[in-house]
Every structure is written in C-alpha cells, then in structure tokens.
C-alpha cells in the first residue's frame, strides 16, 4: 500500500491549491485524487469555452435537484466541474471576493481567523492583478486577474448610464473598498486563456517528484483506524486501490462530493446512515445540511443596436471570431460573456448590497432547454440582463440516493422558502424591470423577449419568477464551519468535528453565502488550509 503524508480528494477550486502549498517547500510527500480528467483541452482553456463545458459529461458532473417547490416544480440543473481545476475550469471566470462584512459575519459566528483582516492578505497573496500590488489587491500571485474594461461590448456603455440614472454609482472595482454601483467584472483570463485554480496552482507544481495526481479516479471511502482516518479507497480503471495517509486526508470535493464522501465513510446522521446499510463512524447530523445557493431571475430584450449575438450567430461570425482568438487571444471568444453587473440595496434600511447584476450582450433562447450555447446565440440583435440576491436565508439539503448511495446524490435546494428571500428575488426583479425602462436602455431596446413579466407587482413577479428562476450554480455549506454543534461539520482549524486526521476544505464549510460569485472565495479556503495544515506539521 502506498504512503503519503497528505491525501487530497478533489482537484478543483481549494484543492489545487492545496497540492501546490504543500509540496512547495519539498517536505510532505502529497496525492492529488480527482475524479475527471486532466485540463489540457481546448474548450476548457478558451474562455467562451465554458458553454461546451456546461453540457459535456467527460468533465462535468451534470447533477440535477429534486423539483423545486418555489420553481412550479422544475428541476434545477447543476453543472460542477469534473476535472483538474473543477468549477474553476468550467466556469464563467467572474472574480468576485465578496464583502468585508461577509467575513466578520463569520469570525462573529464563532470562526476566529476568518475575518475580513484574516483573509484579505490571503486574496493579496493569491492575486496577480492587472492593476498589481495595494491597499486591495496583490500583484505577484499565482492567480491572474484580468480587468478588461477596454475589451467590453459597446452595449455595456448604456447599462452603465442606466445604472446612475437610477442612482447607482460607476464602480471601476467590486473587489474594492465597496461594492455598490455597477461597472464590469473582473475575470480569471491571462492573456485570452482561462486562469483555473488548475492553471495557476497546479500547473507549476505538476512536475514535482512530491506531489502524485491521478486522474480519472473516483474516491469511494474514507478509511480508519480507530477514531483516526487512515487512507482513502479510490477507484481507477474499475479496480479498488487503497492508500495510506500518514498525516491528513483533505477532502476537497466541493458542496456537493465532499458531504457524499464523508456520509459514504459513515459520517453524518446515524439515522440516516443506517437507512443506506452504511456503519456509523461517527454522528454528525449537520453533514449535507445547511446547503444554500444563489438564484438568478432576468429578462432578455431585442435590441436596437448589434450585439454578441450579431458577431456569433452567422457562420462568417464563427469564423473570424475563431480567426481573432487563433492569431490574437482577442475577440468574443477571449472573454466570459458577462461584460457588465453590479451591485445594490433593496430593503428598509439596507446599508450593504444585497442584489447582484449582470448585463450580457448576448442571448440563447432558440436552443434546447437547460443549455448554454454561448457560440449559436439567437439570430437577432439581443442582450439578457437578471439579478442575483446576494445572501439568501433558505437552507436546503443533500443526502445519500436510496438504492444507489454512490450514484448522483438527492440534491434538495429548498430555493425561495423563506419570506426574506421572496422579498428580495421580487424587489430586484422590480428594479431590473425599471433598468429596462431608463432613457439609456430606451435607446437601445426594441421589444421585451417572450415570456416576460406580466407586470410589477408581487403575483405577477413571482409567477415568472416561479417559472424563469435558475441557480446561479454557487451552491455551499453542505459541511459548514462553526463551534462543534448540531448545526456544524467542522471547527475555524476545518478539521471534522469528533474525527482525526481528516480536514474539508471547499466551498461547503462556507458557514454563510458570501455575497457574489463563489470561485475567490473557494480559492481562499484553500489558502488558508495551507497555512493551518502547514502550522500544525
């Protein structure tokens, strides 16, 4: 059997990460275990790529949730990343670190070392910005951030003016001092590439004779000894292997794997457990709860001037955008297609932003339901514009799927079940209907897109809500972090609570949704597991 003093399930967002800062000073001898493929392929390192990414099962998991009561009793498909990189690989590459706040809502909640002058030097560390080292941002990590601000869709420029005819401020950095306004959004490109966690953390590291990666190899269990994990079995080639952990298993399998693993290894609830046949190791009912994730409602407008949809729709268009991005890395192709967004306040009394933008200059909705052709948009001048609550309070759940605790697990988002999140979700979608009506959008819109709200009122909003509401696909805290606790998996160390020697570290110990997109703040986690591992060694 082999030896490692570290193994980490899961290469994506934290745990390439992890595979770098721990073998990076020669001493601990670490395997990688991920489940997909390697990254080296083509529409993975395109940006606009990501649309062949979102329906391909060679790298995606491809879940799908239970009906949704608040969806009129949709499904909701789930993509998450089954490759080197994970997400980070298959995502749309929107950089956004969250509020200060966010993270003193953590330390307050009885996590110390997760406040916002915690983790700040963290995303300094990680960060190679374009606008390089200051008060904000870092500028020699592994990690490039691109700000292409002179790369947007003409269009942009009217969201934006309609933005601040409805008060909203011009705001050149969501990753700054405050996040209200709307402007453009930062992405995870390097000179027209995609910057994966995989790219800019594993690829350096790759070749270390420390560091193992095994690729298309599902992790199975998490084995004892004693009260002490020991190894973990995986399987490759369909072949039981088992290796040994001296030190610590991390599991790093995202809000969705890293909870199945460990109640497959007989951790979590004991009385669900027991319904799979499966030994109870240790009773920890909080594994799998407390999910929660962002919806996205919008509404699409034809549009009086061209956009993306005008330059990818035609044959000819294909091409010379192919041609652009082959000879110059430039082009629509070199971008993710959410050129413009922002932030802002609904409620009484609401001080912090709550309500996430996006403005796409591009639309899809002449193709099969539930997928994302980013490269045969509609064949007329479009653009979609949709909000995002940023820090809903409705918590859901995944478990283990009876009769097949190792299929695809029972995904029960529970979205918009609670007040505070259908007054949210119907508030934004009353200002984004008034973005809509500003002398700056006039300009540009020639007629809503079927089907559209009937008007703005509370049933009218929520009836389409019920039936145009998506996940925004940052689904967290399915293994929260927090004191040890009915409601908690494991400690501000992310060590499981009652177990040794296993750690989680990924979006699922979120103790809270941070507010905007989920991919920074997963690559922090996986900063700040380096450095409590490292400290303890």
Request: net charge neutral; hydrophobic share 35%.
């Amino acid at each position: 059997m082999e030896i490692y003093d570290y193994v980490i399930v899961g290469a994506g967002s934290a745990g390439c990460v992890l595979a770098n800062r721990l073998t990076q000073d020669g001493k601990s001898k670490v395997l990688l275990i991920e489940a997909g493929p390697d990254d080296r392929r083509f529409w993975i390192q395109v940006p606009i790529g990501y649309g062949k990414s979102f329906y391909n099962p060679a790298v995606n998991w491809m879940y799908t949730t239970e009906p949704v009561e608040a969806f009129g009793g949709r499904t909701s498909y789930w993509p998450r990343g089954k490759v080197l990189g994970g997400s980070s690989s298959i995502n749309a590459m929107v950089y956004i670190r969250g509020q200060a706040q966010d993270y003193e809502d953590w330390r307050e909640a009885g996590n110390p070392g997760w406040g916002w002058d915690d983790v700040l030097p963290l995303y300094k560390r990680m960060e190679s910005h374009a606008w390089g080292e200051s008060e904000y941002h870092g500028g020699s990590g592994p990690l490039h951030i691109h700000v292409p601000a002179d790369r947007l869709h003409p269009s942009c420029e009217h969201f934006f003016r309609a933005g601040e005819e409805l008060g909203l401020p011009r705001n050149l950095d969501f990753n700054g001092a405050d996040q209200r306004g709307v402007g453009h959004y930062q992405v995870t490109v390097r000179n027209g590439m995609r910057m994966s966690a995989a790219r800019a953390y594993l690829w350096p590291a790759r070749k270390r004779p420390n560091l193992r990666i095994i690729t298309n190899a599902e992790a199975r269990r998490i084995r004892f000894d004693g009260k002490r994990v020991a190894g973990v079995d995986y399987v490759k080639d369909g072949k039981t292997v088992q290796v040994r952990a001296s030190r610590e298993v991390i599991l790093s399998g995202g809000s969705v794997n890293s909870p199945k693993l460990l109640m497959l290894s007989g951790i979590g609830a004991a009385e669900d457990l027991q319904k799979h046949d499966i030994p109870v190791h240790h009773d920890l009912p909080a594994v799998g709860r407390n999910l929660l994730d962002h919806v996205d409602c919008g509404v699409i407008y034809k549009s009086k001037v061209p956009t993306l949809n005008d330059e990818l729709y035609p044959l000819w268009g294909k091409l010379w955008a192919g041609m652009k991005y082959v000879l110059a890395r430039k082009g629509p192709l070199s971008l993710s297609v959410n050129h413009g967004g922002g932030f802002f306040c609904v409620g009484p009394d609401q001080t912090r932003p709550n309500i996430q933008l996006y403005f796409s200059p591009l639309s899809y909705t002449r193709v099969p339901a539930g997928t994302r052709a980013l490269m045969s948009p509609d064949p007329y001048s479009a653009f979609n514009l949709s909000i995002s609550p940023c820090r809903p309070t409705s918590r859901g759940q995944i478990s283990l799927r009876p009769g097949d605790p190792h299929g695809a697990p029972v995904i029960e988002p529970n979205y918009l079940s609670t007040d505070h999140d259908k007054f949210e979700i119907t508030e934004g979608m009353r200002f984004l209907l008034k973005l809509g009506r500003t002398d700056a959008m006039r300009k540009i819109v020639e007629e809503p897109v079927e089907p559209f709200p009937k008007g703005d009122d509370d049933e009218s909003l929520m009836e389409y809500i019920r039936g145009r509401a998506v996940t925004v696909f940052h689904p967290v805290s399915t293994c929260k972090m927090g004191p040890a606790g009915p409601d908690t998996v494991v400690g501000p160390d992310l060590k499981v609570h009652g177990v040794l020697g296993v750690r989680v570290a990924d979006a699922s110990i979120f103790p809270t949704l941070t507010s905007g997109n989920t991919n920074a703040p997963s690559i922090m986690v996986g900063e700040k597991a380096s450095d409590l591992i490292l400290s303890d060694r």
